[in-house]
């Protein structure tokens, strides 16, 4: 049972926007930033968006994320093929005093 | 470019001991927090450990205190995680992960990739 909650499975048509979701409490989201993590199938995971809303170098702009009070949401427009992959969303735990991940969403191009 | 390269895993006997190395390039090693985190088979990631950047401050999951024991060798630019009374639950592959800042609360920025440790008889 993960701290964050996210939805197991997303899917979309290419071109399509989706959203996944990620739900906290005020002693993570609600308090501290939130990350996402893009884990493409049989490789190590690579940072999407930090400091909830902010990419990268190199990450399009397709991808975007938000914080609101204890939740936060990754978009993802233009949908494409090769963002078939598993999303983590990550924020520090003030009363844990560590990093806490959600359980991660697979995402499906159909 | 970042680079972060881990060693030391492998298969081991549960209570059995193992020493995880992840050798950093790229950056200022010292001054930024590093952390190991690990993910199961067909699981998703958690959080094992963090260290600061000047090794004084110290993070533990819950389900590895007292077992695990993470430190840094600045003038190596070296992360460590000894490994001890290692269970079959501890199977996984472990990630060296780079935080955003002097201390974990900043949030990883690089990853490693990976080495699996595999507990069983």
């Known amino acids: 049972q993960s701290v964050l909650t996210q939805p197991p499975s997303a899917s979309g048509t290419p071109g399509q926007r989706v959203t996944i979701s990620c739900s906290g409490s005020?002693?993570?989201?609600?308090?501290?930033?939130v990350n996402w993590h893009q884990q493409l199938p049989g490789t190590a995971p690579k940072l999407l968006i930090y400091g909830n809303n902010q990419r990268p170098s190199g990450v399009p702009d397709r991808f975007s994320g938000s914080k609101s009070g204890t939740s936060a949401s990754l978009a993802i427009s233009g949908l494409q093929s090769e963002d078939e992959a598993d999303y983590y969303c990550?924020?520090?735990?003030?009363?844990?005093?560590?990093?806490?991940f959600g359980g991660g969403t697979k995402l499906t191009v159909l | 470019e970042v680079q972060l390269l881990e060693s030391g895993g492998g298969l081991v006997q549960p209570g059995g001991s193992l020493r995880l190395s992840c050798t950093a390039s790229?950056?200022?090693?010292?001054?930024?927090?590093m952390s190991w985190v690990r993910q199961a088979p067909g699981k998703g990631l958690e959080w094992v450990s963090g260290v600061s950047g000047s090794a004084t401050d110290t993070y533990y999951a819950d389900s590895v205190k007292g077992r695990f024991t993470i430190s840094r060798d600045n003038s190596k630019n070296t992360l460590y995680l000894q490994m001890n009374s290692l269970r079959a639950d501890d199977t996984a592959m472990y990630y060296c992960a780079k935080e955003g800042g002097v201390t974990p609360m900043w949030g990883t920025d690089n990853w490693g990739q990976g080495t699996r440790v595999t507990v069983s008889s």
């Open positions: 005020s002693s993570n989201i609600g308090s501290n930033t």
């Open positions: 990550a924020a520090w735990d003030d009363s844990l005093h560590g990093p806490v």
């Open positions: 790229g950056f200022t090693f010292r001054s930024y927090a």
